[in-house]
Every structure is written in C-alpha cells, then in structure tokens.
C-alpha cells in the first residue's frame, strides 16, 4: 500500500486527479464509487473532460453498488448520483456504463451485474472511498474476501449516516474489487481516522472489510491529514507525507 497524505479535502482531491489522469490513458475500464468524498475529483474529471483535455471515447465504466430496490429516477439512488456528478459532464458512450440498476426482481439484478462483469470487467483503474466502519463498496464488516456481486443487508450505522432510503444494496463483492489492477481509495476527515488506521495497520480481518486491501498489489490511499489522524505506520507501507502549507 502507498499512503500519500495532503493537508485537506481540495489537496487530497488534486492528487486524486493527479493520479487518475496518468493511469488513466492506459485504463479501459474505471471503477466508479459514490459518496461525498469522491464529489471533488468527479468536478475535476467533468471539467478536464468538457475543455476536450480527457476522453472517455473507447473506456468503459464500472460503479461498485446501488440501493436495493430503487428506482433510477429516485434522486437518492447512486444511478442519480453518477449522472449528476460525472456521467452527464463525460463523453462516455452510454452503452458503455456498466451499473448495478435495481431491477424488480433480487436475482435478475445479481445476475445482470455479473453478466457485464463477465464480460467487460475487471476494472483496470477503481476508485474506492471507506466508511466509517471500514466497508467498501456495501461490503459490511463481516464480509469475506471471496465475497462477489450480491445483495446484502446495510449494518445499523451505515443506514444511518448514509440516511439510506432502503436497507438492502447490490455491491461488488471483495473478490472483484481486489481483481481491479489499480486501486485508488480517497478517505477524508477525522471520522474516518480509525477505520483507515486499522485499514492500514491492524490484522486483515473480515471485521474491516477495507483490510483486504493490505493483500492488493497495487492500492495507493490519499487521505487527508484528519483521516490520517490515527495513522502509525511501518512495515512495507510506502509513505509520502505532503503538507505544502505548513510553512506558509
Ligand atoms: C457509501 C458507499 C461507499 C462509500 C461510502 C463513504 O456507503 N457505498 O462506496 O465509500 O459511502 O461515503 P462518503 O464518501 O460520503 O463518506
């Protein structure tokens, strides 16, 4: 794992961009997540996109889950979410998004997702964020690491702070999001200063789903310097502290 660490939210987005943009021209999938973390560096992409600087022309797009059951026209599910935010500011062919859309039926809606991941996955480039808990993607503490796109059931607090509308999501599972070549995962402010500590340095365990990262090759994390609040690191963490600002 690479950790690099900014002094806030903006910087930590600007690295992300910094990084997507390299590994970007030799990506043809992109792994997609949601949440208010990622919102800067999709602001970032939109516009590189818009001033003819980035293209999606010939990529194709992944996103790691959905609300189970929502409609797409609900303004909370992550379809909604995806277009507001990057997919209608990116010349991305729309045949080319593959989504876990909710549909009527539990089995159809799995079955679909690992269809298109059969065939166009795995991702080369993934953007991941972390919650509070340490799940990735909806995968809750007490996921393993073989787990694959399914539905699952929201834990108490993720219902919470997520003020979800329903209970149930589709995700990807651990197993695929450990097959992405390159992972990218953002964390911002001090409420996720434990989940990316233990993350980091604690046991790999199924009690922490964004451990299993410590088993990927390729898995940079850019935190800002509240998340990485709780970070004592060592081992074969490759670390690059940044705070352009502290002289200032
Ligand atoms: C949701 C998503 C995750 C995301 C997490 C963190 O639970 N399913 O993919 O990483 O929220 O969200 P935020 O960035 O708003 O803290």
């Keep these: 794992m690479k950790i690099i660490i900014k002094n806030n939210y903006a910087d930590m987005s600007t690295e992300a961009f910094k990084l997507f943009a390299e590994a970007f021209r030799d990506s043809e999938s992109l792994g997609f997540a949601t949440g208010n973390t990622p919102k800067a560096l999709y602001r970032m992409i939109s516009s590189e996109c818009k001033a003819g600087r980035l293209s999606f022309r010939g990529k194709c797009t992944f996103n790691l889950d959905e609300y189970y059951p929502i409609s797409s026209q609900n303004s909370e599910s992550y379809w909604s979410y995806m277009n507001e935010n990057l997919f ?51 995968n809750e503490p007490g996921t393993t690491k073989y787990s694959t796109i399914r539905i699952v059931d929201l834990s108490p607090d993720t219902i919470k702070r997520n003020n979800a509308p329903v209970h149930k999501a589709i995700t990807m599972g651990i197993r695929e999001i450990l097959e992405s070549r390159k992972i990218i995962l953002l964390a911002s402010g001090s409420d996720k200063s ?6 980091v340095t604690g046991r790999i365990t199924k009690s922490l789903p964004a451990s299993f990262l410590q088993e990927h090759a390729d898995t940079t994390l850019i935190l800002d310097r509240e998340a990485a609040s709780r970070l004592h690191y060592g081992g074969n963490i490759e670390m690059q502290q940044q705070y352009p600002n502290d002289h200032a």
Excluded at 90 to 97: C, H
Excluded at 100 to 106: D, E, F, I, K, L
Excluded at 194 to 199: E, F, G, K, L, R
């Design 88 to 138: 209608n500011n990116i010349d991305i062919d729309r045949r080319k998004i593959n989504f876990p859309r909710s549909m009527p039926n539990a089995d159809e809606t799995v079955n679909r997702y690992i269809e298109k991941y059969s065939r166009f996955g795995p991702v080369d480039l993934q953007i991941l964020g972390i919650g509070r808990n340490g799940h990735i993607g909806f």
């Design 194 to 199: 434990w989940a990316v500590s233990d993350a």
